[in-house]
């Protein structure tokens, strides 16, 4: 999967480790919970599509936060496309950095 950037759609919402066996797939307890994130922009590189016992289908992607310290497995219904604005504004701050250093 191409690297896609989410924000926060649900506090409700948290991560967790998976653990795949043949075709079974079983959860860890809560890692981190998205209420503890409010501003955090999220960068998802893998996908998952799970059947449950329900017969019904859910996505979920493996999400990290920019540092990398905070990551794992959340259902995709608790995210949104987009990024926050602290992370827009770092990004053209750095941007903007590295322009003026080429100029030089």
């Given amino acids: 999967m191409t690297a896609k950037t989410y924000v926060r759609k649900s506090t409700a919402g948290g991560t967790y480790n998976l653990t795949v066996s043949g075709s079974s797939v079983t959860f860890s307890k809560k890692t981190h919970s998205l ?10 590189t893998k996908k998952m599509y799970l059947k449950k016992a329900n017969g019904v289908t859910y996505l979920y992607y493996y999400i990290s936060n920019k540092g990398n310290t905070v990551h794992g497995w959340i259902w995709h219904g608790y995210l ?4 926050t604005a602290t992370t827009v ?10 322009t003026l250093q ?3």
Wanted: aromatic share 18%; hydrophobic share 35%; proline share 4%.
């Fill in 89 to 98: 504004l770092g990004y053209a701050k750095k941007r903007t950095w590295e």
């Fill in 102 to 104: 080429l100029r030089w």
């Fill in 80 to 83: 949104k496309a987009g990024a």
């Fill in 35 to 44: 209420a503890n994130y409010p501003k955090t922009t999220w960068e998802a």
